[in-house]
């Protein structure tokens, strides 16, 4: 996978009007609940991982221009982006993409669950209503 440097990625977002979202659409949809049931199977909580699920698809649609480029820097049209999803290659690159995002995603969740952590017992609760 080519790096690319960013005055060149800078550039190259102002030069191409891609439809950007609909070729994510596209491209990841199929995959959407596949990382639904993984967000569940590493936190075991519903509404836990619709919160990971949505927040990691926000973020691979934010990044997902930046993928491609580092595919191929001379994309060009929303055909080009067709075209080079045709490869399996990038197939196999562009889920186990998805599902690291889902992964750090969890991870980074469960980090500020662990920092933030709320200690709801009643002596607690109590304590607090003393101080005031």
């Not at 045709?86 to 750090?104: A, C, E, G, T």
Request: hydrophobic share 35%.
């Amino acid at each position: 996978m080519a790096t690319m440097d960013n005055t060149k990625y800078i550039e190259s977002v102002v030069e191409i009007e891609l439809n950007w979202n609909a070729q994510f659409v596209s491209h990841s949809k199929k995959h959407w609940g596949a990382m639904y049931r993984f967000s569940y199977s590493l936190c075991n909580n519903k509404v836990r991982a619709e919160d990971i699920h949505q927040t990691s698809l926000l973020k691979s649609l934010k990044a997902f221009q930046k993928f491609i480029f580092n595919y191929n820097s001379k994309i060009n049209s929303n055909e080009d982006v067709d075209a080079l999803f045709q490869s399996q290659d990038i197939q196999y690159h562009f889920k186990n993409w998805l599902f690291r995002i889902v992964k750090n995603t969890y991870i980074d969740d469960r980090e500020v669950s662990r920092k933030w952590k709320f200690d709801s017992s009643e002596e607690t609760l109590n304590s607090l209503c003393d101080d005031q």
